[in-house]
């Protein structure tokens, strides 16, 4: 017996976790595309390559980041944003490759999220020590919509909060393949990424990429 059989199932191989009001973790949900996206991920950072941007308080940020899409997030002494412009190269963001609103419309829905379509993807990635501190999302224009995540790579430990910063995290680890939907009212808790440890993962070597699916605009 053997893995691959299920294949053609995914349904039998899909553990759906629920962790909050609107917020499911699909995991291993993006494994069988796991290459594509790593083949799509190379090629949009050759145009818009990954940088470490600054927080409006002066800080050089662990994790390094690009975007594709129609806008981009972006972060420098003056603040955080969506922007049509690549900062770095002085051009657009390049579009989001098919494969990427493929997986996030097919997660969403999956999540009970029928008409989800993403107009930007943040890129991210991490080196063994990078983090990512306890945060909510409110750059985004649509609060309805739900914000769609691909992990690759070395595994990660997440902390998911709630609304209050107060509210200590829960932790769960996010593994190469799983993909989680935060939508409804866990859309705006508080989330963060613990200091990646040291690893070697077989595709990606000594790194973790997070994709994040994003209606912006
Ligand atoms: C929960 N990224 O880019 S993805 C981010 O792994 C971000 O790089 C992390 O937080 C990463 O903003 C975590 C999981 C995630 C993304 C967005 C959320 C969890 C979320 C929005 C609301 C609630
Ligand atoms: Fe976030």
């Known amino acids: ?4 059989l299920f294949e053609g199932l995914p349904d039998l191989n899909l553990q759906q976790v629920c962790l909050d ?3 499911f973790l699909l995991r291993g949900f993006a494994k069988n595309v796991d290459t594509a996206l790593i083949s799509a ?3 949009v950072v050759t ?5 470490h941007m600054i927080t409006p308080g002066g800080f050089r940020m662990s994790v390094a980041m ?3 899409g129609q806008v981009g997030w972006i972060t420098d002494r003056s603040g955080y944003r969506y922007g049509v412009i690549d900062p770095e190269t ?7 490759p098919e494969t990427f609103i493929d997986i996030a ?3 969403a829905m999956r999540a009970g999220y029928e008409n989800f379509l993403p107009d930007a993807c943040l890129i991210n990635c991490y080196e063994p020590g990078a983090r990512l501190s306890l945060h909510q999302d409110k750059n985004e224009r649509d609060e309805s919509a739900p914000i769609v995540s691909v992990s690759l790579g070395l595994p990660a430990g997440f902390l998911f909060g709630g609304l209050s910063r107060t509210i200590r995290p829960k932790r769960y680890q996010l593994v190469h393949g799983d993909v989680a939907v935060w939508g409804g009212p866990s859309r705006f808790n508080f989330h963060g990424i613990a200091p990646l440890l040291d690893g070697y993962h077989p595709i990606l070597g000594g790194k973790r990429i997070n994709l994040t699916f994003r209606k912006a605009l």
């Open 66 to 68: 690009s975007n594709c």
């Open 105 to 107: 419309r097919r997660a």
């Open 90 to 96: 002085g051009r657009p963001w390049p579009a989001l």
């Open 21 to 23: 009001d609107g917020a």
């Open 1 to 4: 017996m053997n893995a691959d």
């Open 47 to 51: 145009q818009s390559p990954l940088r």
């Open 41 to 43: 991920i190379e090629k």
